[in-house]
Structures are given as structure tokens and as C-alpha cells.
Nanobody, 122 residues
Framework: QVPLVESGGGSVQAGGSLQLSCAAPRHIFISCGMGWYRQAPGKERELVASINVDDTTTYVDSVKGRFTISQDNAKTTLYLQMNSLKTEDTAVYYC????????????????WGQGTQVTVSS
């Protein structure tokens, strides 16, 4: 089991900001696509943002312009900066990695973190 360790979730009012972090082993961090997923109660899991080994990034339409995915190579940590949060962003957020096909919306990554709760109140 690959230890992807998330942190940074919490509760915030609408319009606020949070930053999620995901610490990964170096060999995963430098060789695999990584991304953030979320799952809200009663809803399917969705891919929020991804960054692949060629540094290309993707975002689901609902977070474009508000969320930014980034990496710190020295710390082997993946981040998700979330600004202008909305109540509909409330979900459990998961860090994930895949070293074969990268992060793709139509495939399930191999490695997952434990999840961190983000709650946005009005």
C-alpha cells in the first residue's frame, strides 16, 4: 500500500479558502500522475484536478478559476489550493496516484489516500 497522506481539510464559510496537501513517496511523486478526487454524500466520486508527469493539468469545469493543483518537488507534496469555496464543494477529498496511465477521468487510479473532509457553510 502506497502511503499517500492528505492533510488540510476543515470547515470554512463560503467564499473562503483552504489548501489540501498530499505527501507521497518520492518514487511515486516523480514517476506517476497524481490528482484530487472528491465525493459528496449521495453523489458519485469525481475527478477534481490532476497533474501528470508531463506537468499537464486538468480541472473539472466547476472548479476552473477557483482551484489550483501544484507540486513541491523538494517536499514531494501535492497541493490543491481552493479559493472562493462554495457550499457545493463540500465533500471528502482524496489524493490519488497512478503510475501506468496517469490520472484519467475514465479510469480508477491504483493508489489512494485516506481522504480529508472539506465542509463549506453558507
Amino acid at each position: 500500500q502506497v502511503p499517500l497522506v492528505e492533510s488540510g481539510g476543515g470547515s470554512v464559510q463560503a467564499g473562503g479558502s483552504l489548501q489540501l496537501s498530499c505527501a507521497a513517496p518520492r518514487h511515486i511523486f516523480i514517476s506517476c500522475g497524481m490528482g484530487w478526487y472528491r465525493q459528496a454524500p449521495g453523489k458519485e466520486r469525481e475527478l477534481v484536478a490532476s497533474i501528470n508527469v508531463d506537468d499537464t493539468t486538468t480541472y473539472v469545469d466547476s472548479v476552473k478559476g477557483r482551484f489550483t493543483i501544484s507540486q513541491d518537488n523538494a517536499k514531494t507534496t501535492l497541493y490543491l489550493q481552493m479559493n472562493s469555496l462554495k457550499t457545493e464543494d463540500t465533500a471528502v477529498y482524496y489524493c490519488a496516484a497512478d503510475c501506468v496511465v496517469g490520472i484519467r477521468a475514465d479510469m480508477t487510479p491504483r493508489y489512494w489516500g485516506q481522504g480529508t473532509q472539506v465542509t463549506v457553510s453558507s
